[in-house]
């Protein structure tokens, strides 16, 4: 099984809220990516988990805050988000960085109001 | 640094044509090499993927083979079909190094849509 889930599938905020996207996988899989995609654009990477430990962070924007609470799961807490932050946002795993395929999930689709 | 150009599209196909998209790469080492793809409104399948030279992904008709002497990775399909409507992503993993700058990340090409007419 390579399945990866995320949750919501869709979420509608304001600026001033708080929300958070939840990703989980059962492959024990070690490395979790956290991706931000742009309509008719590939993905760009935003974070990047090892063994639970934040190893990359791609110069995102602190109003996007990551955590890895165990192996399987993957969140992505928000606050203060901007209209440009409205995007498809991606959550894959793989074996450990730089070993083995990324998979995907399918996405929470973001709008900021 | 590593960089993976595709065909621009978008390419528009009837029915049961041959489908080829063209991928090439630049990178150091012996990457592995990916297609994936993304139907409307979902997250990105791994259709195929291969890890050294001369390999040859394939999946659902589809197939690609990895050839370093051209460092290129091009998706083909024999017979498509209206499902195959989608985006498709050519990918690149990166070797990772003892400096820890590369840590396996993978870089994306530009996407390429393709429309499948009846």
């Known amino acids: 099984d390579t399945e990866v889930t995320q949750t919501p599938k869709h979420l509608v905020m304001g600026m001033t809220n708080k929300k958070s996207l939840k990703c989980e996988q059962h492959?024990?899989?070690?490395?979790m990516y956290w991706y931000k995609q742009k309509a008719k654009k590939p993905p760009e990477l935003m974070f990047v988990?090892?063994?639970?430990?934040?190893?990359i962070n791609e110069s995102v924007p602190s109003r996007f805050s990551p955590e890895c609470p165990n192996s399987s799961l993957l969140n992505l807490h928000l606050h203060a988000l901007q209209p440009e932050d409205s995007a498809l946002y991606l959550c894959?795993?793989?074996?450990?960085?730089?070993?083995?395929?990324?998979?995907f999930g399918p996405g929470t689709r973001l709008l900021v109001l | 640094g590593n960089s993976v150009t595709q065909m621009e599209g978008p390419v528009t196909l009837s029915e049961e044509a041959f489908l080829t998209i063209n991928c090439t790469y630049t990178?150091?080492?012996?990457?592995?090499l990916f297609w994936y793809v993304q139907y409307p409104g979902e997250g990105l399948q791994l259709l195929l993927k291969?890890?050294?030279?001369?390999d040859k992904g394939s999946n659902k008709g589809f197939e690609a083979t990895y050839r370093k002497e051209t460092t290129s990775f091009h998706l083909e399909k024999g017979s498509v079909q209206v499902s195959d409507s989608a985006v498709y992503f050519c990918?690149?993993?990166?070797?990772?190094?003892?400096?820890?700058?590369?840590?396996?990340?993978?870089?994306f090409g530009q996407g390429t849509i393709l429309t499948v007419h009846p």
């Open positions: 990918a690149l993993s990166g070797i990772p190094n003892a400096g820890g700058t590369s840590y396996g990340k993978l870089t």
């Open positions: 492959m024990g899989h070690r490395a």
């Open positions: 990178a150091t080492g012996y990457p592995s």
């Open positions: 988990y090892s063994y639970e430990k934040l190893s």
């Open positions: 894959a795993s793989s074996r450990g960085t730089g070993l083995g395929t990324q998979y």
């Open positions: 291969a890890t050294k030279a001369d």
